[in-house]
């Protein structure tokens, strides 16, 4: 676990190996102090009182060096325990963030979700909680072995062949338990992506009247996962019983011997009472180490599967990066993308100038949003080429490139915390007056009017406390307090009302002449007044392009939307 630890967190030796020693040096204490317990008894039952008493004294003053470097051992694996769990909080979020969105599928958010929670906790558990007594139940017997081949050879030799069959069980039942582990895990994964789906779907659910459905899929996700925990506990149970009963045969293994050789003379029945009080002390760390082996377990394959998302590649970093100009245009060469089995774009070629306004149109499916993700690098081209500012998305460091964009997305999430806060996470260190002018222009004054707390006023969870329209113009606000030469926009006023739309929309024009903006939208007045209009077709080609009129003059594909749009305004209920 150790070697796997190091390749997982920096700050193993540090966090790990460290405490290890000092435990590892507590347990040997330990151990001296329970082999005085043979002169001691021995001198005891013999009435030498004196020799006894200073046997006794001996054991209190080892005892005692033990409790202080079991202080400061325990001390050294809870700060560890700490530090080990920031590093891989640290390790992953920081990994996370760099993989491509394609990986995020399947039952990867529970998988992220239960490794970032009960994962980290679980090896964080490993120096904080766990190692003293499995190191104990390990060194304290080696070390009490050891002495009591001076004291008697033979029950010595008893309990060093018991030794290996003990250590056989163990790992026999860790096996077992790690085995029935990794199907508890899954379990566990799609039972916590279950979870955040029926809470999240809650409106969906109960405007089709499919409550029942959603808390069926649910159920039958904790159910498995029930079913699972049992099986772990019945494929591990086995094991321990196993390692109980190899333990006790070991202990009557010694009782055996020691009586043979009482009855032969060649014992004194005062040595054999005290040797069996020190093999009790051998036995009984061994049994708190099997409680705990199946713990140790589950946090190394808990462990491994950490390592398993860090092994997974991010995008590949440049090696010698590219330059990138002062004019922040986009080009995209040829670009062919794959998604999954499904072709979304075949070789398209578009030009976004800069500081104008390019929109995309076309209908579902044509590849859209994936050219705003390609142009953002979320995900990198199959074939052909994407450039920013005349470089190579490709050969631009994640950091830089990120920096030049914006986002303003249809599903706007918020973080549970005040407006202000929010809108700060698009530069936390803009000053008073940078954030008043954006409240200005993102027209974001307005409903601060009608909230008592105005900044201050907590949005909720994912910015539940406020309207959809609301949550836009914070998102365009933080937008513009970020500051970036690029602006992305998809689908940022679909799903609003006529008057948030308005507000929105002239917050987006104010934007107009300094910025690079592209913008996808539905709604095709939104953007008749873009200096470039990009029609896709549904086969992920680009089937037209130029300014509205000149679209409306040669028919085609944006003309038909048009009309099918001014039909639409005729329609009524």
């Not at 949550?471 to 992305?488: E, S």
Request: hydrophobic share 50%; glycine share 10%; with cysteine.
């Amino acid at each position: 676990m150790i070697r796997v630890l190091r390749s997982v967190s920096a700050h193993a030796d540090r966090d790990v190996a460290a405490p290890l020693r000092l435990t590892a040096m507590a347990a040997v204490v330990q151990g001296i102090g329970f082999a005085l317990l043979v002169p001691f008894t021995s001198a005891l039952l013999r009435g030498q009182v004196a020799a006894a008493g200073w046997w006794l004294a001996g054991m209190v003053g080892v005892l005692g060096l033990y409790a202080w470097v079991q202080y400061r051992a325990q001390l050294a694996c809870y700060a560890g325990g700490e530090r080990l769990a920031a590093d891989l909080y640290e390790a992953l979020s920081r990994h996370i963030v760099r993989l491509p969105l394609g990986w995020f599928g399947g039952e990867r958010v529970g998988q992220v979700s239960r490794l970032m929670s009960k994962g980290v906790i679980d090896v964080m558990g490993v120096p904080a909680h766990l190692l003293r007594p499995i190191v104990g139940a390990f060194v304290t017997p080696a070390t009490v072995l050891v002495c009591m081949f001076l004291f008697d050879w033979r029950v010595a030799l008893a309990a060093a062949v018991g030794a290996p069959c003990l250590w056989g069980a163990y790992r026999y039942a860790g096996v077992l338990a790690a085995r029935a582990e990794h199907a508890a895990d899954a379990a566990g994964s799609e039972a916590n992506g279950r979870l955040v789906e029926f809470a999240r779907m809650q409106a969906v659910l109960r405007a089709y009247d499919r409550g029942d459905k959603g808390a069926a899929l649910l159920h039958t996700a904790l159910e498995r996962q029930h079913a699972t925990g049992h099986a772990l506990l019945r494929t591990a149970v086995p094991g321990l019983i196993l390692f109980s009963v190899v333990l006790q045969l070991c202990f009557t293994g010694i009782l055996g011997q020691g009586v043979l050789l009482v009855r032969s003379g060649a014992l004194g029945l005062a040595e054999l009472v005290a040797l069996l009080v020190l093999a009790a002390r051998f036995m009984e760390p061994m049994v708190i180490a099997a409680d705990l082996g199946a713990s140790v377990r589950i946090a190394g394959n808990t462990l491994q599967r950490m390592r398993m998302v860090l092994d997974t590649p991010p995008l590949p970093e440049p090696g010698l990066p590219e330059a990138m100009g002062d004019d922040f245009d986009i080009a995209f060469d040829g670009v062919r993308f794959v998604y999954g089995t499904t072709q979304v774009l075949r070789g398209v070629t578009l030009h976004a100038k800069s500081r104008a306004v390019t929109a995309l149109v076309g209908p579902s499916g044509a590849g859209k949003s994936t050219l705003l993700q390609l142009a953002a690098r979320f995900r990198d081209v199959d074939a052909g080429n994407v450039r920013v500012a005349g470089a190579d998305v490709r050969n631009v460091p994640a950091d830089d490139l990120m920096r030049r964009f914006s986002f303003v997305f249809q599903s706007v999430y918020l973080y549970d915390a005040t407006i202000e806060e929010n809108l700060r996470i698009g530069n936390e260190h803009a000053t008073d007056v940078q954030l008043a002018e954006v409240i200005r222009r993102a027209r974001i004054d307005e409903m601060l009017e009608r909230l008592p707390l105005g900044l201050a006023t907590q949005v909720g969870e994912g910015g539940t406390a406020l309207s959809g329209g609301e949550r836009q113009r914070i998102a365009i606000g933080r937008a513009m307090l970020k500051d970036a030469p690029i602006l992305l926009l998809d689908e940022a006023t679909a799903a609003l009302d006529p008057e948030n739309q308005r507000a929105v929309q002239q917050a987006i024009d104010s934007l107009r002449g300094t910025r690079t903006i592209v913008v996808i939208a539905h709604r095709l007045q939104t953007i008749r007044d873009a200096d470039h209009i990009v029609v896709l077709g549904a086969q992920g080609t680009v089937v037209d392009a130029g300014r509205h009129e000149e679209l409306l003059e040669r028919g085609g594909l944006y003309a038909d939307f048009w009309r099918r749009r001014e039909q639409a305004q005729g329609w009524r209920l």
